[in-house]
């Protein structure tokens, strides 16, 4: 799977640690930066997830997006700005699952400064690893989509 990644300053740290992770799982790993700790603003690099993830997805829907700030608040915020972008900040595995399998979550978010890498990897092993349920979801997921176009 394609997975684009991206993070402020303060997120830069697990964004580095998670990146090497998913390429020992055998993802392909797109990073859209930083490439250090010096200050940026994370709007910036939400965006610039978001975008990326969207523009990849009209070839390939198993492209996902990881993007991480101090408390994955303000990134989240950013990449659900992104038409297309469904972007879910959670802090452990149950919430990721259901992130994938109940609103088909493209993006997820992580706070750095809130969560520790064991978890983080669980966290992101649980979103990689859960398939959207469509069934009754589909509507509801049809009804986000159609907030993009208003």
Request: charged share 30%; glycine share 10%.
């Amino acid at each position: 799977m394609k997975v684009v990644v991206g993070s402020d300053h303060a997120g830069f740290r697990l964004k580095e640690h998670l990146k090497e992770i998913l390429k020992k799982w055998g993802h392909d790993v797109e990073d859209v930066g930083p490439s250090s700790t010096e200050s940026v603003d994370y709007p910036d690099f939400g965006a610039k997830v978001g975008e990326r993830v969207v523009a990849l997805q009209k070839n390939d829907s198993a492209v996902r997006g990881l993007a991480i700030c101090g408390s994955g608040i303000g990134i989240s915020i950013a990449a659900n700005k992104v038409p297309g972008v469904r972007a879910a900040l959670v802090s452990e595995p149950t919430a990721a699952r259901l992130s994938r399998q109940h609103n088909d979550a493209n993006v997820l978010c992580l706070g750095e400064r809130l969560i520790g890498e064991a978890l983080a990897e669980s966290v992101l092993d649980a979103f990689l690893r859960t398939d959207f349920e469509g069934g009754r979801h589909e509507r509801r997921v049809a009804k986000l989509n159609a907030l993009d176009k208003k």
